[in-house]
Nanobody
Framework: QVQLVESGGGFLQPGGSLRLSCAASENIANMYRMGWYRQAPEKQRELVATITRFGTTTYAESVKGRFTVSRDNDKNTVYLSMNNLKPDDTADYYC???????????WGQGTQVTVSS
């Protein structure tokens, strides 16, 4: 069982920046993939960004050029750096981990991000 703990959420104005962190209870260097998803009120959870053990990244079209996912294997932590935030980015952000392609999805408890003027 992988434990994931997110932090870094908050309230900020449009155009602002924020960095989310996800601390894992296990060595993330062995994880097949880690990533971030988000869920806005009354909407389905959607993929934001992922990073594989080889460093390959993917992003939702809506965040490309604004968000960056990265990992620090020494700290067993994955980050999501978010710039030029927009009101549409308002959501609960969840960290996700998979040990293998067909493996179990592990989730954190989520951290809230609110972007509003």
């Amino acid at each position: 069982q992988v434990q994931l703990v997110e932090s870094g959420g908050g309230f900020l104005q449009p155009g602002g920046s924020l960095r989310l962190s996800c601390a894992a209870s296990e060595n993330i260097a062995n994880m097949y993939r880690m990533g971030w998803y988000r869920q806005a009120p009354e909407k389905q959870r959607e993929l934001v960004a992922t990073i594989t053990r080889f460093g390959t990244t993917t992003y939702a079209e809506s965040v490309k050029g604004r968000f960056t996912v990265s990992r620090d294997n020494d700290k067993n932590t994955v980050y999501l750096s978010m710039n030029n935030l927009k009101p549409d980015d308002t959501a609960d952000y969840y960290c996700n981990a998979k040990k293998s392609v067909l493996g179990t999805d592990y989730w954190g408890q989520g951290t809230q991000v609110t972007v509003s003027s």
